[in-house]
Nanobody
Framework: QLQLVESGGGLVPPGGSLRLSCAAS????????IGWFRQSPGKEREGVSY????????YYTDSVLGRFTISRDKGKNTVYLQMNNLKPEDTAVYYC??????????????????WGQGTQVTVSS
């Protein structure tokens, strides 16, 4: 059974940090690009970052560049999103998703075929 499970969300004050995890079961991340997306109420889903298992390339949307870092632990079949210097505008449900690594890596949500259930991140004092 294929499964993506996100964890690590929570409530943090502005300037705080969180590390999100996306754990895969039933398949290996070796053949996929793994993307992180977020969605807040009333807004469209936004691509945040991706990492390609094919060549290790990464991408960050401008609003998180320099604050977020995506990484992958092959042994644990898990992808992480380290989020530092969090801002209230980072508040959202964060999702991970996968795309075939043989296809060009993108940050367009409609290009991703399998999604986790999401984890809530709230940045507030």
């Amino acid at each position: 059974q294929l499964q993506l499970v996100e964890s690590g969300g929570g409530l943090v004050p502005p300037g705080g940090s969180l590390r999100l995890s996306c754990a895969a079961s039933g398949f290996s991340f070796d053949f996929y690009t793994i993307g992180w997306f977020r969605q807040s109420p009333g807004k469209e889903r936004e691509g945040v970052s991706y990492i390609s298992s094919r060549d290790g390339s990464t991408y960050y949307t401008d609003s998180v560049l320099g604050r977020f870092t995506i990484s992958r632990d092959k042994g644990k079949n898990t992808v992480y999103l380290q989020m530092n210097n969090l801002k209230p505008e980072d508040t959202a449900v964060y999702y991970c998703a996968i795309r075939d690594a043989l296809l060009p890596a993108t940050i367009t949500s409609s290009d991703y075929v399998y999604w986790g259930q999401g984890t809530q991140v709230t940045v507030s004092s």
